[in-house]
């Protein structure tokens, strides 16, 4: 099995050491993604709650189109709010997002991330052939 780990294109530069992808290949693919927050490829925070979730969810799509995957190769997602007024957002955000699929999934309100601008994050594993 081997483990490849990525930044691709279309999402913004890690802020610190870690990758935006892992893939693991073997029997199939399993594709760890780091948690995606609401920066635009050229490094902007979106203004907002609700726009954060959107830019979110557009990086995390990049990151699974680079990988020659989609929504629909979700497992599991881990969503993580400052703000439990963002519950609806997010729910009619990943609905956009992932339609009728339903991957296991984990919402968590917390205190606060990594920097006090970001109020949402959301990280996902991914299988692919």
């Known amino acids: 099995m081997s483990v490849k780990f990525e930044n691709p294109s279309g999402v913004h530069k890690p802020g610190s050491r870690y990758s935006h992808a892992a893939t693991v290949a073997g029997e199939g693919r399993r ?24 830019q979110a969810l557009a990086n ?3 990151i699974l189109k680079a990988q020659g995957m989609g929504p629909a190769n979700i497992v599991k997602m881990g969503v993580f709010l400052t703000d439990r007024a963002l519950i609806p957002a997010w729910r009619a955000e990943r609905e956009k997002f992932l339609g009728s699929h339903a991957p296991a999934s984990t ?4 205190a606060g991330l990594a920097d006090p601008r970001f109020l949402f994050e959301v990280e996902a594993e991914a299988v692919g052939d």
């Open 31 to 54: 594709l760890v993604i780091s948690g995606q927050i609401g920066v635009a490829p050229d490094g902007m925070v979106a203004a907002g709650g609700e726009a954060q979730i959107a």
């Open 60 to 62: 995390l799509g990049a």
């Open 107 to 110: 919402l968590l309100v917390v």
